[in-house]
């Protein structure tokens, strides 16, 4: 939550230096970059935050919570690097859907093992 609101938060500060007044999503490129960053991390949230409950429920937790620190610190450097310039994200994201596919793996073996093992 707290990575969401810092999001949030550049946001609005980019509203006030570039004078973009709600709800106008136009504007100075890096304002449109930084609008284009929260929306994105913020789209994949719920599956993050899903996946990661799954994970650590059926799996386990340590490794699970090691995913997700990964995750956010890539998400980071994802919004980070697409304020600066588009190719800046590009890394970031990769290592991203990655990690959630790393998630996805361990939510289906520890539900696998949970549900199908004797």
């Given at each position: 939550?707290?990575f ?23 504007g ?91």
């Open positions: 939550v707290l969401l609101a810092y999001f949030a938060m550049q946001v609005i500060y980019a509203r006030r230096k570039y004078k973009i007044s709600p709800p106008e999503t136009t100075h490129p890096e304002f449109e970059r930084t609008f284009r960053a929260q929306a994105n991390c913020s789209e994949y949230f719920p599956i993050f935050i899903s996946l990661l409950w799954v994970a650590g429920i059926f799996f386990h937790q340590g490794v699970t919570a090691a995913c997700g620190l990964l995750y956010l610190y890539s998400r980071l450097k994802y919004f980070q690097g697409y304020a600066v310039a588009a190719q800046g994200r590009l890394a970031p994201l990769y290592a991203s859907a990655w990690l959630l596919w790393v998630l996805v793996g361990l939510a289906l073996a520890g539900l696998l093992v949970h549900f199908l093992w004797p």
